[in-house]
C-alpha cells in the first residue's frame, strides 16, 4: 500500500541554517515517517524554482550577511508564500528567516531589509546581543526550550499576536516578555537549539495541521518521547 505523502519545504538551508536549524527538518522528516506517512522533502535555495504544493514550510537563522544573501530572492517568493500563509499552511521561521518574515530588519551597519511582510513585526539591529539558553510558555505547547543568539531585536506591530511568553532569557527584545510572533499556522520564533527535537508538541502541531489540512483526519500511533523529555529536563536546567 503506498503512503500518504507531505511535501516539507525548507527555506534556503545554504544561507540560513544555524545552530543546528538543520535538525528541524529531520524532526519533522522522522516524525512523518513514524506516523506512517511518506516525507517528500524539498530544499530550496536562491535561485530554484518554487514548487506548487507545499504542505509544510520551515527555515532556520542566518548571519545578517546571509540575509542580505537571500533577500531578494525571498522577495521574489514573498507573494507565493504569503497565498500559503493566508491558506492555513503550516510555517516555522528561526530567528534570520523570522526577522525577514516580518516587515524589515534594519542591520545594524545601517542597511535596511524590506520583510515580506507575513507577520507583522519590525526588527532593529543594536549592539547588545541577546544570547544563551531560552525558555518560553504557550498556552498549548507548554514550556518551550531552546537556545537565542540574536542582535536583532524584533517589536510586535498592532496586528501581531505573540507566539509565546519568556520564562527564562530573553526573546524578541531585552523590554517585553514576549517571544516570537504568530499570523494563522505560521510561526516565527528565535529559537534554535534546535527547536524541534526538544519541544515535539510544536513538531506535532506542523504535521497535524498540514496533515488535517490534506488528509482530512490524523490517527497516529503515540510517539514514544522519553528521550526527547530527558533533553527537556537537562536543556531546562542550563543556565542562561
Ligand atoms: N543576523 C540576525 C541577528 O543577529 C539573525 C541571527 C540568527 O539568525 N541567529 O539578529
Not at 73 to 102: H, R, S, T
Not at 149 to 155: A, C, D, E, I, L
Not at 191 to 218: C, E, Q, R
Request: glycine share 12%.
Amino acid at each position: 500500500m503506498t503512503k500518504p505523502t507531505i511535501t516539507v519545504l525548507q527555506l534556503y538551508p545554504k544561507d540560513m541554517n544555524i545552530y543546528g536549524d538543520y535538525g528541524n527538518l529531520l524532526v519533522i522528516q522522522r516524525r512523518l515517517e513514524w506516523y506512517g506517512y511518506e516525507p517528500t522533502i524539498i530544499h530550496y535555495n536562491v535561485g530554484d524554482v518554487f514548487p506548487s504544493d507545499v504542505d509544510i514550510i520551515i527555515g532556520g537563522g542566518g548571519q545578517d550577511s546571509g540575509q542580505e544573501v537571500i533577500h531578494a530572492d525571498l522577495l521574489k517568493i514573498g507573494p507565493k508564500l504569503k497565498i500559503l500563509a493566508e491558506k492555513n499552511v503550516p510555517m516555522l521561521l528561526v530567528c534570520g528567516l523570522y526577522q525577514l518574515f516580518g516587515n524589515f530588519f534594519k542591520t545594524l551597519n545601517g542597511k535596511t531589509l524590506r520583510g515580506i511582510g507575513i507577520l507583522d513585526v519590525e526588527t532593529i539591529g543594536t549592539h547588545e546581543r541577546l544570547i544563551g539558553n531560552i525558555v518560553t510558555n504557550h498556552p498549548d505547547f507548554g514550556d518551550i526550550i531552546g537556545y537565542e543568539n540574536h542582535s536583532g531585536q524584533t517589536f510586535l506591530g498592532q496586528h501581531a499576536e505573540p507566539f509565546a511568553t519568556v520564562i527564562k532569557g530573553a526573546g524578541n527584545n531585552s523590554k517585553d516578555s514576549h517571544e516570537g510572533a504568530r499570523f494563522k499556522n505560521v510561526i516565527g520564533t528565535y529559537l534554535h537549539g534546535s527547536i524541534l527535537p526538544k519541544n515535539p508538541k510544536l513538531a506535532d502541531f506542523l504535521i497535524h495541521t498540514a496533515v488535517t489540512k490534506k488528509y482530512g483526519d490524523f490517527s497516529t500511533d503515540i510517539i514514544d518521547d522519553h528521550f526527547a523529555d530527558m533533553a527537556r529536563a537537562i536543556a531546562s536546567e542550563r543556565p542562561r
